[in-house]
């Protein structure tokens, strides 16, 4: 069992990028998936969650204030594997972002928060130069 982030770099402010999160060896179908973020001295926070695809929650989705309208999280079902897409990135998005799985209920996708994730990937670095 293994969950992979990939599609971390360097890039401008006002730049883009694509976090990919895949899953080995089980199917993120049934989880909650999650992105959270964590910068050099700070606490990881949530940056955006999305429900699993089977409960009644199907596609629902959380987004810190800070990246609201600027990022979005979605699925590719048949790669098993969750996107982030980053647009208009800001300095303030430099952090090492890791990718979880969570229970696939109401709460874990609302609060979107670390201590409600079960398994952790490896992180991937952003940085973004202003």
């Known amino acids: 069992v293994q969950l992979q982030a990939s599609g971390g770099g360097l890039v401008q402010s006002g730049g883009s990028l694509r976090l990919s999160c895949a899953g080995t060896?089980?199917?993120?179908?049934?989880?909650?998936i999650g992105w959270f973020r964590q910068a050099p001295g700070k606490e990881r926070e949530g940056v955006s969650c999305?429900?699993?695809?089977?409960?009644?929650?199907?596609?629902?989705?959380y987004y810190a204030d800070s990246v609201k309208g600027r990022f979005t999280i979605s699925r590719d079902n048949a790669k098993n594997t969750v996107y982030l897409q980053m647009n208009s990135l800001k300095a303030e998005d430099t952090a090492v972002y890791y990718c979880?799985?969570?229970?696939?209920?109401?709460?874990?996708?609302?609060?979107?928060?670390?201590?409600?994730?079960?398994?952790w990937g490896k992180g991937t670095q952003v940085t973004v130069s202003s």
């Open positions: 999305i429900s699993n695809n089977i409960s009644r929650s199907d596609g629902e989705t």
């Open positions: 060896g089980f199917t993120l179908d049934y989880y909650t």
């Open positions: 979880a799985i969570g229970p696939p209920n109401y709460r874990t996708v609302r609060t979107c928060a670390y201590y409600t994730m079960d398994y």
